[in-house]
């Protein structure tokens, strides 16, 4: 167990949807990513918040968004759903942001998202 | 071209054998690397961190970064039916703010 969780495990919607996906760091931890996995395209950075702010941006599409609240919990919004966003989404969490010396991602156990 | 490029495998050997994955990437500017396992249906964790070029050992696993080749691997010695998951190399440059680029990770079987 990582210490990082994430609500809810499997979320099955219909295209045009909007989800909110939930992620509780690591206690202490600061940083929060989101990861989109997919058998095509792998392991995709989506973005990172640290302390509340927004720090760093990957492949997130626009009908996404993310927020990091004052008790350090994150979530993930995703409007218009279509088929192709059916992914594992993953939360992780680490002590300090990403620039210079690595701190260890601990990744939670996902979201199953599957649009119909 | 992606960044980062890994074999999917699946890659199956008996037990008790060394295993070899690797990976290679684009980008040059890439100075930490790391390996990680994914069992199914769950997050990844790290296993392996190694800074710059060199090789880095822990218990059964060592890790070896080529920068002038932009070659990393993975050896797992003594192989267990255990260490049957996938195996994902990532990379980032320090040099800024963003994110692991992953590889699409190597799907392992250890034949007991």
């Keep these: 167990d990582s210490g990082v969780t994430q609500t809810p495990k499997h979320l099955i919607t219909a295209t045009g949807q909007r989800v909110t996906l939930r992620c509780s760091p690591r206690s202490g931890d600061l940083s929060v990513y989101w990861y989109q996995q997919s058998l095509d395209q792998g392991l995709q950075f989506l973005i990172q918040y640290y302390n509340g702010e927004e720090r760093a941006k990957g492949n997130i599409l626009e009908r996404f968004s993310a927020q990091q609240f004052p008790d350090l919990h994150s979530e993930l919004n995703l409007s218009s759903l279509e088929l192709g966003d059916s992914a594992l989404y993953f939360c992780a969490s680490s002590v300090a942001p990403l620039g210079g010396p690595y701190n260890e991602q601990f990744f939670g156990p996902g979201t199953r998202l599957t649009v119909l | ?112």
């Design chain 2, 1 to 112: 071209q992606k960044e980062v490029e890994q074999d999917p495998g699946p890659l199956s050997v008996p037990e008790g054998a060394i295993v070899s994955l690797n990976c290679t990437y684009s980008n040059s500017a890439f100075q930490y690397f790391m390996w990680y396992r994914q069992y199914s249906r769950k997050g990844p964790e790290l296993l392996m961190y190694t800074y710059s070029s060199g090789n880095k050992e822990d218990g059964r696993f060592t890790a070896q970064v080529d920068k002038s080749s932009k070659y990393i691997s993975l050896f797992i010695r003594d192989s267990q039916p255990s260490d049957s998951a996938t195996y994902l190399c990532a990379m980032y440059s320090g040099g800024g703010a963003d994110g692991l680029t992953f590889g699409k990770g190597t799907h392992l079987i250890i034949q007991p």
